[in-house]
């Protein structure tokens, strides 16, 4: 409350790179800024760099939805991802940053009796593993969400939706800040716009990180860069199972609230929000192609703007304000590359495909752990590069042909 | 008041048109804006601004600025300033919390501002964290603009038009206008696109001029959006030329919201096209020769002129515009104040940028001009006129100016420099940090007007050149676009069969089943028709299902390398099951493939699966380079399933054909003539009875439809077969299974042949075979009288360790039956597990084999 009324630094300005750091985290994102907090924070290894290429969250943290859940399919999905959302609700008070984490629920909407099955899945693997989820029905759905049409007029009616009240919207960069800020308060030194350019190897550990300001040696190196995650694995000698995609998400002008759930419905390929200044945020499914063109498409928004409008007819005079692209990597089972590889000292958080942001914080739990003591949590075991060779893949998806 | 007639003044004095603001009827001219017809009803407050709520006037006059947002017709955010005056306009003012002149959050800008600097609420609201739901609910009441109906449905058409340019002009000013008049005598397919409709089109002869409209951007391939109103034109154009001209920029000095504070071109454009004095007593601050003609319109229109600065001569420290009530009643100019209504000032004029740069152009502060520039345009783009910085005299005002009150950069979202400054200090020390800390260029005008001033306060306050600032990232559209013109024709596709509207006549209950509209059953007991099917004779339309001919002289070594399973070795007129795997070795799809030459095969697909299933053909047999084709049919052919114990004898009433159990076994496919339509029939038993897959061309559904109900086969839908199917074990690829499931775990390990010398996935599969699976699917039957859902979990010791995927009572098997996915370990026959229904465990047992008619006697009959 104090710095209301005087304004003070959030972190220190960018220094030298030193020579050495212990640990040198490649990504200045919500992931690697976690990681670097967590580090100082629960296990005292402070000598902790961050390198990011542009400034501090400009890529996906930047970039998504701002939508955090936890109702997932798989059951260690929906316990890694039940854990982030307890971590998220505390974050604010733990960082000192308000991080406007609204939990007004989560609604999956089901257009067809298939959907209800996924659904029907999800709750019930949610409700074992503590994840508040459940199947509602119609009437149920119109009194959570007045707005949305219920009726059958739609094409695709409304029979059902998976309500996940601990769901909802925060404000993504003031995550990215906030970490930062509390990375940099112990001593973690962040470095924006210095790019990575390679590793040099030795041994099977990679043992400098050359960068465009210099080099620098590093006893460990997380590599936490969503979207040129496998560029920088390339550079360390390894190949990720991921291919990389655009996401597009678009806002409309400011108008004043009256949707407070977050409906997603996958049948229509569309996520909206409503943020607390009024803009409406909404998302669709990633492209089909592989890109790092960041100038998205028109028929993103004309889609997405259809499929908007078949959930929300009133939004039709709505206008478009922005509309902006994101990288995606996404793995053959829509689950996380998370920990070790064969690159003895180099951890990767890849593979997030859309769902990075709302593991942040946990994300830098167990990757902190594992670089401090050596030992990969059991929670994140289950997302080890690995699985890829022993072929024990963690199935977000429900059918081959369906995506989220 | 209006001013005598101006030459070429755009209202029409002869036709009045009355329109309403709030409760108050309002008048003003045809060729008015309902922004200058307020004005000149004496409206001077226009909009209550984002945060602070301050009363704001008009400033651009262009559609830029967010000062007019108002409700028309129930439309929120609409600029009225540009937006055509017509009869019975409803009018209302937005955000405002009682009158527009009197808005009680206006005290937020009174007592806020120490409390509510820039970003206040990251620093706030945090403790207890059981209150932020409430804080978030007031927060959410004072946000937003504009309001929508909440419960409104469509209530307009929009449509969209493809359309082709050699040359695409965008902007009809002067080089716009000689870029297209130029590309047109070259020829044809010159389009001008401008967002007035002033353009006089006589003399812009075989130039096709859209106007009003308004490119929304440039795309890949130069794909260009016009907003028409309406209808949205895609273009594509060979050549896109950029002629956006410039936007003026606001002067950041305290108090430049002010009502009562405009820009120079707004000043002409009240008093030149709309006969409106703009105010009384005028002040002019000027940074370039634009600025300075703003005192020539002023006295033409009789204001009195109190004083003109020319900034470039004499440089000013102080500005500081004074107010009453919010309005502009005098302007301290170092140590001077001057008395006035009306200020007029501009920082100089920004190259309009915006589309260039959405489209992967460069943009770079000029230090020669002191606006930024584009620099390097996209490919198949150019750019003409001032948007290229082109005639643009240097413009170098102070980033900021000093004196009391508020200085706003942005007015979108009232940011002032305090805050930008506040920012720096903070460490939020790039401009796009700084961006999405303060949302400067994140409002309504999207950097419009805000880029420019925000760019030359970081320089200042972070002491290093403008060039070393950049800007944010323009993204599209050019201008807030209604989301309906995006969507289009409200066209949501729907695949129905030939056989649609016999279902509905026939009562049945539609359900969607992937893009397909199927009958779910014919009445409320689908049980009946399941009865019907087992006892005499059951019909079902199953033309979904896709269908592909594959022909050519290597047909064959296609499909045997695309299936597991082999079918080069099959005779002619047989069929057999085929399951495609991924290049993972997972289960993609199945159906049947019927062999009926050497040189041709039909396959069918899942009703969901047909066109990813094509594409996959296609794919390999590119990658391969087989001699054979595929040949889609799906929709050029209806299939109906007959089947039961009465299917032959029905059958034989119907054809002349031999159709005895021996002339059609079981798996065979023959052409036979049914009811005059020559079928296609494939002998195969999905549903478990005798029974014979007829496919035939769709306009003879109806026509083979009646006659196979006229001999006593009773309709019957989805959801009956999907119980006569779990009777008999079959499994449904994408509900039983899921992209995990590999035919050893689902229960075919029978079909993959591993000794072929490739398949897609063999690698895969072998290693499937040589380890033992995490989970296997198997059939169970409940202990108790409770069909679990679809999706219940199989618990061990309150771990989900499994889940249901499909269970249904049946009657013929007296028992609540299904197929789950269980622990390999638990997998045995008879062994018990649980499941959890409704938060109780209910025991189910594992039961290998089918559960109706295990031997297959039935469908082999």
Redesign the interface.
């Known amino acids: 409350?104090k710095?209301?009324?005087v304004?003070?630094?959030?972190?220190?300005?960018r220094g030298e790179l030193k020579r050495r750091y212990d640990v040198v985290v490649v990504g200045g994102g919500s992931h690697g800024l976690a990681t670097a907090y967590y580090l100082a924070q629960r296990h005292g290894v402070k000598d902790v760099c961050i390198l990011e290429k542009?400034?501090?969250?400009?890529g996906a943290s930047?970039r998504n939805t701002t939508i955090i859940r936890a109702n997932y399919r798989t059951?260690e999905g929906a316990e890694f991802y039940g854990q982030s959302v307890r971590l998220y609700?505390?974050l604010?008070?733990k960082l000192?940053?308000?991080l406007?984490?609204?939990q007004?629920g989560h609604l999956t909407l089901a257009?067809?009796?298939?959907a209800l099955?996924?659904?029907?899945?999800?709750?019930?693997?949610n409700k074992?593993?503590g994840v508040n989820s459940s199947v509602i029905g119609p009437a149920e759905i119109e009194a959570l969400c007045?707005?949305l049409d219920v009726s059958e007029r739609p094409?695709?009616p409304i029979m059902g939706a998976l309500y996940h009240p601990p769901g909802g919207i925060i404000?993504h960069?003031?995550v990215v800040?906030a970490f930062a800020r509390a990375a940099d308060e112990l001593g973690v030194d962040i470095h924006?716009?210095t790019e990575v350019t390679g590793f040099e190897r030795a041994n099977g550990r990679v043992t400098a990180v050359e960068t465009n300001r210099g080099r620098v040696e590093c006893g460990q190196v997380v590599s936490a860069t969503a979207g040129w995650s496998t560029l920088i694995a390339g550079m360390a000698g390894l190949r990720l199972p991921i291919t990389t995609h655009i996401l597009q998400a678009f806002v409309?002008?400011?108008?004043?609230?009256?949707l407070?759930v977050v409906i997603v419905s996958s049948q229509l390929h569309v996520y909206v929000s409503q943020t607390?200044?009024?803009e409406f945020l909404i998302g669709a499914e990633i492209e089909p192609y592989t890109t790092y063109?960041g100038?998205?498409?028109?028929s993103f928004?004309?889609i997405s703007?259809?499929h908007?409008?078949?959930l929300f007819?009133?939004?039709?005079?709505?206008?478009?304000?922005?509309?902006?692209t994101g990288l995606c990597d996404l793995s053959?089972?829509y689950s996380p590359i998370l920990g070790r590889t064969e690159v003895d000292n180099f951890h990767v958080s890849s593979g997030w495909g859309t769902y990075g942001f709302k593991a942040a914080p946990i994300v830098g739990v167990t990757l902190a752990e594992l670089v401090a003591t050596g030992k990969t949590p059991d929670l994140i075991a289950p997302f080890a590069l690995e699985r890829f060779h022993t072929?024990?893949?963690v199935?977000e998806?429900?059918?081959?042909?369906?995506s989220h | 008041m209006r001013l005598p007639a101006q030459t070429g003044e755009r209202i029409d004095r002869s036709t009045e048109l009355s329109f309403r603001l709030g409760p108050w009827d309002v008048s003003g001219y045809a060729g008015d804006t309902i922004g200058s017809a307020l004005f000149a009803g004496g409206r001077r407050v226009f909009s209550r601004s984002f945060k602070y709520h301050r009363p704001r006037g008009l400033l651009c006059c262009a559609g830029h600025c967010p000062n007019c947002l108002m409700t028309v017709d129930g439309v929120p955010n609409v600029r009225v300033c540009v937006e055509p005056l017509r009869e019975g306009a409803v009018v209302e003012p937005q955000n405002v919390l009682g009158k527009l002149d009197f808005d009680l959050l206006r005290v937020v800008d009174k007592v806020g501002g120490p409390f509510t600097p820039v970003g206040f609420y990251y620093r706030t609201m945090i403790r207890p964290r059981r209150m932020w739901p409430l804080y978030e609910k007031f927060l959410r009441n004072v946000a937003g603009l504009g309001k929508l109906d909440e419960h409104a449905g469509h209530t307009r058409r929009y449509d969209v038009e493809h359309k082709k340019a050699r040359v695409l002009v965008v902007g009809g000013g002067r080089a716009g206008r000689a870029a297209a008049l130029e590309a047109a005598s070259q020829g044809p397919g010159v389009v001008l696109v401008d967002e007035s409709d002033r353009l006089l089109r006589s003399e812009l002869a075989g130039v096709e001029v859209l106007a009003p409209a308004r490119a929304l951007g440039i795309w890949e391939g130069n794909l260009v959006p016009v907003d028409c109103g309406t209808v949205l034109y895609r273009f594509r154009a060979e050549r896109v030329v950029v002629a956006t001209g410039t936007i003026e920029q606001p002067l950041v000095f305290p108090g430049n919201d002010l009502v009562g504070t405009m820009f120079p071109r707004a000043v002409r454009r009240l008093i030149r096209d709309f006969s409106l004095q703009p105010g009384q007593r005028a002040v002019v601050l000027a940074t370039d020769e634009r600025g300075l003609e703003a005192a020539d319109d002023l006295g033409e229109a009789g204001v009195a002129v109190e004083r003109v600065v020319d900034l470039r001569e004499s440089p000013l420290r102080r500005i500081e515009a004074q107010a009453r009530a919010g309005r502009v009643r005098g302007v301290l100019l170092d140590d001077d104040v001057v008395e006035c209504d009306l200020l007029v000032a501009s920082g100089g004029r920004q190259p309009a940028y915006s589309l260039l740069a959405q489209a992967g152009g460069l943009v770079e502060f000029d230090p020669d001009l002191g606006v930024l520039v584009p620099t390097e345009h996209p490919p198949g783009v150019e750019a003409v006129g001032s948007v290229t910085g082109e005639g643009l005299e240097k413009v170098d005002p102070l980033p900021s100016y000093h004196g009391r009150g508020k200085c706003f950069v942005c007015v979108c979202e009232d940011v002032t420099t305090k805050d930008v400054k506040r920012a720096i200090t903070e460490g939020f020390d790039s401009i796009e940090l700084a961006k999405r800390y303060t949302t400067v260029t994140m409002g309504p005008c999207q950097g419009k007007l805000c880029q420019l001033p925000s760019v030359r306060l970081y320089a200042q306050e972070r002491r290093v050149y403008e060039t070393d600032i950049g800007s944010t990232t323009a993204r599209p559209p050019w201008a807030p676009v209604e989301l309906g013109l995006l969507a289009g024709r409200h066209l949501e596709p729907t695949r129905r069969t030939s056989l649609h509207f016999r279902h509905e006549e026939t009562g049945a209950r539609m359900m969607w089943a992937g893009p397909w509209r199927r009958p779910y059953a014919y009445s409320d007991y689908p049980e009946q028709e399941v009865r019907a099917v087992h006892e005499s004779l059951g019909v079902i339309d199953v033309s979904t299902l896709g269908k592909l001919l594959v022909e050519g002289p290597e047909a064959a070594a296609l499909l045997e390398r695309l299936y597991p399973n082999r079918f080069g070795d099959m005779k002619p007129g047989r069929i057999r099951y085929g399951v495609l795997t991924t290049d993972g070795g997972r289960i993609m799809d199945d159906g049947t493939v019927a062999r009926l030459s050497d040189d041709l095969y039909y396959v069918t697909t899942t009703s969901t699966g047909s066109d990813a299933v094509t594409a996959w053909f296609e794919w390999w047999n590119a990658v391969w380079g087989y001699d054979a084709d595929i040949v889609n049919v799906t929709g050029a052919l209806a299939a109906l399933n007959l089947a039961g114990p009465r299917a032959r004898e029905a059958l034989e009433r119907l054809t002349e054909d031999d159709v005895s159990a021996e002339a059609l076994k079981y798996l065979d496919a023959r052409e036979v003539e049914v009811v005059g339509v020559p079928c296609l029939t494939l002998r195969i038993g999905f549903v478990g009875e005798l029974g014979y897959e007829l496919h035939f061309p769709s306009p003879a559904g109806e026509h083979v439809w009646d006659r196979l109900v006229a001999e006593g086969a009773v309709p019957f839908g989805l959801e009956p077969q999907r119980v006569l199917r779990l009777e008999k074990g079959h499994v449904i690829v994408g509900q039983d299974t899921d992209s995990e499931s590999n035919l050893l775990s689902a229960g075919m390990s029978w079909l993959p042949k591993l000794d072929k010398d490739d398949f897609v996935g063999k690698s895969a599969v072998e290693l499937f075979a040589e380890r033992e699976e995490r989970e296997l699917l198997v059939g169970f039957r409940m202990e108790e009288n409770v069909v679990p859902p679809e999706g219940a979990q199989v618990v061990i010791e309150g771990y989900p360790a499994g889940r249901v995927t499909s269970a249904r009572r049946s009657d013929e098997v007296g028992a609540i039956i299904g197929l789950a996915w269980v622990p390999s370990d638990r997998a045995e026959d008879g062994t018990r597990f649980e499941i959890r229904v409704e938060r109780q465990l209910r025991g189910a047992r594992v039961t290998h084999g089918a559960f109706f008619d295990p031997a297959g006697e039935r469908m082999r009959s």
Request: net charge neutral; proline share 9%; glycine share 4%.
């Open positions: 409350m710095d209301i009324f304004p003070r630094r959030m972190w220190r300005p542009s400034y501090i969250g400009s930047g059951p609700e505390k604010s008070q000192g940053f308000n406007m984490f609204s007004r257009h067809s009796d298939r099955v996924t659904m029907q899945e999800r709750a019930e693997v074992l593993l007045p707005q094409t695709w404000r960069d003031a800040w924006p716009y409309t002008e400011p108008l004043k609230p009256f407070d607390d200044r009024g063109c100038t998205g498409t028109l928004l004309e703007a259809r908007s409008i078949e007819p009133q939004l039709e005079r709505a206008k478009v304000l922005r509309t902006w053959p089972d072929d024990t893949l199935s998806l429900a059918a081959a042909a369906v």
